[in-house]
């Protein structure tokens, strides 16, 4: 019987919390791994695998009508010089396409790319779907090349698919590494005491949305199940500065960051803000959690789980 949702990518910070809150909203969840992964809910069953190839996924299809795809290993500075890295990001997009094209039952998909790497610098009006694509970064690229092979698929074989493109994502659960968030980072160094690096001014501009907000819309878009192939930014629809950022994150801690400015990098984006309108639109969705509730919780998580 397939009415198990797939998440790949469940291990990760987003994958996570997808799993667990799909389980926790009554719904069998296969999360999938490449390595051996605890979950809390006992809804759901981990399947480890490389999942490079269509066989790791088709006999998980029969038993699934939604993936969710939400893998991701790479950002726009661990691929900056080395465009080979995105090749290997998407081999699993294109194994899981292989699979469901071929697949005995109809499995809709919904992918998580990216609204702060596809569209360019934008310093006039906010970013909408139907924008051209302008990545600066071998990532932003990659998740180009995911969406366009996602479009060929859902043309040719009737697949129902869903993309969204979320802002810079953050929460409790997310573990500082480099080049994977900000504030993580910066989290981290307030708890440690270290100087954090800021790559330029600190004038970026960026959206921050909260990741209990995104679930939020990916439960309304398992919901709706709309047919073909729809694209929607997911944000918070407020954007604030890096040094803006870190002012609030001082005022969250207590604990202000030492800063250390280091010249900016040519894949980073100046300012770009994709709007949200289409999503409240279709699905009904509004962002719950601003920007110092959400940064007051995740500090919270941070000073009893570090």
Request: net charge negative; proline share 6%.
């Amino acid at each position: 019987m397939n009415d198990a949702i797939l998440v790949l990518g469940a291990s990760g910070f987003i994958g996570r919390h997808l799993a667990e809150s799909f389980a926790a909203a009554g719904n069998m969840v296969i999360a999938a791994t490449r390595h051996a992964t605890t979950f809390t809910h006992p809804g759901i069953t981990n399947v480890v695998s490389p999942f490079d190839l269509p066989e790791h996924f088709t006999p998980l299809l029969s038993r699934c009508r939604w993936v969710i795809h939400a893998a991701s290993t790479s950002t726009p500075g661990s691929s900056a010089a080395d465009p080979l890295v995105e090749v290997d990001m998407l081999r699993p997009t294109l194994a899981l396409l292989c699979a469901l094209q071929n697949a005995s039952t109809h499995c809709h998909l919904l992918y998580l790319s990216s609204g702060g790497t596809l569209y360019g610098d934008r310093a006039g009006a906010n970013a909408q779907e139907h924008d051209p694509l302008m990545p600066r970064s071998y990532h932003g690229a990659g998740k180009a090349a995911a969406e366009c092979f996602i479009r060929a698929w859902a043309e040719q074989y009737e697949g129902t698919a869903v993309v969204l493109r979320p802002s810079n994502v953050f929460g409790p659960g997310q573990q500082p590494r480099a080049g994977f968030g900000i504030i993580p980072a910066a989290l981290e160094r307030a708890l440690d005491g270290e100087a954090i690096t800021i790559w330029g001014d600190g004038s970026v501009v960026r959206d921050y949305l909260h990741v209990d907000d995104l679930t939020t819309l990916c439960h309304a878009v398992v919901a709706k199940q709309t047919a073909g192939l729809h694209v929607f930014n997911a944000s918070s629809g407020t954007g604030i500065g890096v040094a803006g950022l870190l002012d609030v994150i001082d005022a969250v801690t207590g604990r202000p960051l030492q800063r250390v400015y280091a010249p900016g990098r040519v894949v980073d984006i100046q300012k770009i803000l994709p709007d949200n309108a289409a999503a409240r639109a279709a699905f009904g969705w509004q962002p719950q959690i601003n920007l110092h509730d959400g940064l007051q919780q995740t500090w919270r998580w941070f000073t009893t789980h570090r």
